[in-house]
């Protein structure tokens, strides 16, 4: 059954970094999103991507913020200078055209030191 | 501030039993319902979907969406120790994201 995958499974950096996390969706997907997940909170959208751009963000994601699909199969975040507070579980996700339905990919735990 | 509301729990019953999952949101133009199961340190799995109005059933799991009240549930029939996660439900409004409740935490205690 084809699933969303993720990588790498936990990057840690020092804060101020950059990091890029990555995500492969289901391949006949069209959109994609990336949410994220504080320890012990909610799931939060970040943004949605189709058809080679952004079509909704939220105010998490701001200006440190960027997605992109470099190729026809991966779709990456960017977080430029990382703070403590972007610790969290990254969950990528995708859809396909007719339904609703989102499959999350396995997450990156990001911690910033 | 469109909301999804859940109790945390935990919600414990014994194996074998219902369990019964609530959910309420506050946009009422709210249009597609999910619910998703989350093991400790995992993503969300989707376990169901809902659009319409009534029940939806899928082998142990039934959902109920009643749109008047802005409301929609979730049953696990014949609950087994292995269906103790934390269950999230999800709401679709206008746009393409979804919008998560908090959670609740389902123990079944075999």
């Known amino acids: 059954e084809p699933e969303v995958t993720q990588t790498p499974s936990h990057q840690v950096t020092q804060m101020g970094q950059e990091v890029i996390l990555r995500c492969v969706p289901i391949s006949n997907h069209l959109y994609f999103y990336w949410y994220r997940q504080i320890l012990g909170q909610k799931v939060e959208f970040l943004v949605s991507?189709?058809?080679?751009?952004?079509?909704?963000k939220s105010e998490i994601f701001d200006d440190q913020f960027s997605v992109e699909r470099p190729d026809g199969s991966n779709f990456t975040l960017k977080i430029r200078s990382t703070k403590l507070e972007d610790s969290a579980m990254y969950f990528c996700?995708?859809?396909?055209?007719?339904?609703?339905?989102?499959?999350f990919g396995p997450g990156t735990r990001l911690t910033v030191l | 501030q469109k909301e999804v509301e859940q109790n945390s729990g935990p919600l414990s019953v014994p194996e074998g039993a219902i369990a019964s999952l609530n959910c309420t949101y506050s946009?009422?133009?709210?249009?597609?319902f999910f619910w998703y199961r989350q093991y400790s340190g995992k993503s969300p799995e989707l376990i169901m979907s809902?659009?319409?109005?009534g029940d939806k059933e899928d082998g142990r799991f039934t959902a109920q969406l009643n749109k008047a009240s802005q409301y929609v549930s979730l049953l696990i029939r014949d609950s087994q120790p292995s269906d103790s996660a934390t269950y999230l439900c999800?709401?679709?409004?206008?746009?393409?994201?979804?919008?998560f409740g908090p959670g609740t935490r389902l123990s079944v205690l075999p």
């Open positions: 809902i659009y319409s109005n």
């Open positions: 999800a709401v679709k409004n206008y746009g393409q994201n979804f919008v």
């Open positions: 996700a995708s859809k396909g055209g007719r339904r609703d339905e989102q499959f």
């Open positions: 991507f189709y058809n080679n751009e952004i079509s909704e």
């Open positions: 946009d009422r133009g709210s249009q597609s």
